[in-house]
């Protein structure tokens, strides 16, 4: 879960011209917004008469909830939507006094209002993890340019001992390392172990003086759809 902060005001400048604030933000379920409103004022009388006239913010709600229900000016409130897979909104409505009686398209003589709006989508799934790459947005990376996977094809192993002849493997299916498509891993990484691969087979030996040696080779397909 996850709690947003939005602090929404509008300038002093915009008392006079019914000033607005919008932000959105998409939530995951069980996210909540934590979110003030502050009409600033243009003189210390106009800001007297903000606290003064302590109107309520009248709020209009799409699918969410506030609390508390009382928000005055400056006031913070929670948001929090109520139905998965649907958008919410939550537009709050500020009406304030306007001195000398100036109504500069306010909504009576002496008044003015100033109105904000936070909404998004609710339901949508947290962002976390590694996202490599997803069909809808071709700009991301890819692990591969060509859209292929590797495969896992065969294992063999063995014990070749010391001044033993070579063992020479057949794997089959196409096999060949010189074409890209194929790929080989042989264990264990040692100074008297030899694997050379050719065309359908490859070839196991020991320069060992001693005792055995034993190997395992992994065969992979590459470039697999």
Same mark, same amino acid.
């Given at each position: 879960m996850t709690v947003y902060t939005q602090d929404l005001s509008v300038s002093r400048y915009g008392i006079q011209y019914n000033g607005t604030d919008t932000e959105v933000q998409d939530l995951a379920v069980g996210d909540t917004i934590t979110a003030s409103f502050d009409q600033e004022a243009t003189s210390n009388q106009q800001t007297s008469l903000l606290d003064v006239e &302590? $109107?309520? =913010?009248?709020?209009? %709600?799409v699918n969410c909830t506030i609390s508390p229900t009382n928000v005055? $000016?400056?006031?913070?409130f929670t =948001?929090?939507?109520?139905?998965?897979?649907?958008?919410?909104?939550? @537009?709050? @409505? %500020?009406?304030?006094?306007?001195?000398? !009686?100036? $109504?500069? !398209? !306010?909504?009576?003589?002496?008044?003015?209002q100033t109105t904000f709006t936070i909404s998004g989508a609710y339901g949508t799934p947290p962002i976390m993890g590694l996202q490599v790459w997803h069909p809808s947005n071709s700009t991301l990376p890819r692990l591969d340019t060509k859209d292929k996977q590797i495969m896992h094809y065969a294992t063999y192993s063995g014990t070749i001992a010391a001044g033993a002849s070579p063992v020479t493997i057949t794997v089959?299916?196409?096999? &060949?390392? +010189? $074409?890209? &498509? #194929?790929? =080989? &891993?042989?264990?264990?990484?040692? #100074? /008297? %172990?030899? @694997?050379?691969? /050719? +065309?359908?087979?490859?070839t196991v030996s020991t320069t060992r003086d001693t005792g055995s040696q034993g190997w395992r080779v992994n065969i992979f397909k590459l470039n697999q759809a």
């Open positions: &302590d $109107n309520d =913010i009248v709020f209009t %709600l005055k $000016n400056r006031g913070t =948001i929090t939507p109520t139905s998965s897979g649907a958008a919410y909104s939550c @537009v709050g @409505v %500020l009406i304030y006094y306007s001195p000398s !009686g100036q $109504n500069y !398209g !306010g909504p009576s003589t002496d008044h003015q089959g299916g196409g096999y &060949d390392i +010189t $074409n890209g &498509d #194929w790929g =080989i &891993d042989v264990t264990p990484c040692h #100074w /008297t %172990l030899g @694997v050379v691969s /050719t +065309t359908n087979t490859f």
